[in-house]
């Protein structure tokens, strides 16, 4: 799956950057928003960590994820869950010129990959519980990246459009005017929404991962209350 999104972004990437070089357009500039959208930035982070997650279990296919690995895992399962959900419930129907995205991409990075990372939730083995003030590193990213973009997009011009502003997506843009209500107000009743979506999301990761975790390797049944003692128990 981390080759598949890896082969997916390469190639949608390959396709922007040939458009705006054919287009004359400046292609750093191009580049830059490429990875500012929080599909790619998720995706990216998802590859990364399904990459770490594989190589750990081929050399220690005994042992529980190690805690790290889990917060991580828990991260970018949430991230793609909320791309999946607000691609397909907010962005699917917006007509995008002709030959701009590579259509299997798309269904990776929007559908394939969400899909695997929830089904990875539920079926993936050697979970291990993680203590709930997780979802603050879960939600850390999130929060970061509407505040690099709504500072970022008063500070860049459209390379298509030539407007002097830039956002990844129109409901993040206070010069939409489909936005209701307009301007930032109408940007910060979506934003709070999908907030409220991620913290959602996240708990539910955490308490899914915390019902179907199993014992660290090398926690003695007698350990009492660390954190092979709560993992047993989540499992039961």
Do not use: C, K
């Not at 990364?48 to 690995?69: E, K, M, N, S």
């Not at 990844?168 to 940007?187: E, M, R």
Request: charged share 10%.
């Amino acid at each position: 799956m981390a080759a598949a999104v890896v082969a997916a972004v390469v190639s949608q990437l390959a396709l922007t950057v040939d458009l705006a070089l054919d287009a004359g357009r400046d292609v750093t500039t191009t580049v830059a928003n490429f990875f500012s959208f929080f599909t790619i930035l998720s995706n990216v982070s998802a590859a990364i960590v399904l990459a770490v997650a594989g190589v750990h279990g081929l050399r220690h296919p005994a042992r529980t994820d190690g805690r790290p690995l889990a917060v991580a895992l828990a991260s970018v399962t949430t991230y793609m869950v909320i791309t999946g959900i607000v691609y397909n419930l907010l962005l699917r129907g917006i007509e995008l010129a002709p030959g701009t995205t590579v259509p299997w991409s798309n269904e990776v990075l929007h559908v394939v990959a969400p899909l695997f990372l929830a089904l990875d939730l539920f079926l993936g083995p050697r979970r291990r519980a993680l203590v709930w003030r997780a979802l603050w590193a879960i939600v850390a990213f999130p929060i970061v990246w509407v505040v690099y973009t709504m500072v970022r997009g008063t500070l860049v011009t459209n390379p298509v459009t030539g407007d002097p502003f830039w956002y990844p997506y129109p409901f993040l843009n206070p010069n939409n005017p489909a936005l209701q209500p307009p301007g930032y107000a109408g940007v910060a009743v979506y934003i709070v929404g999908i907030a409220v979506g991620i913290l959602f999301v996240g708990a539910a990761v955490v308490f899914l991962g915390r019902r179907r975790a199993q014992r660290p390797a090398g926690a003695s049944d007698s350990s009492g209350s660390s954190s092979g003692s709560s993992a047993g128990s989540a499992a039961g």
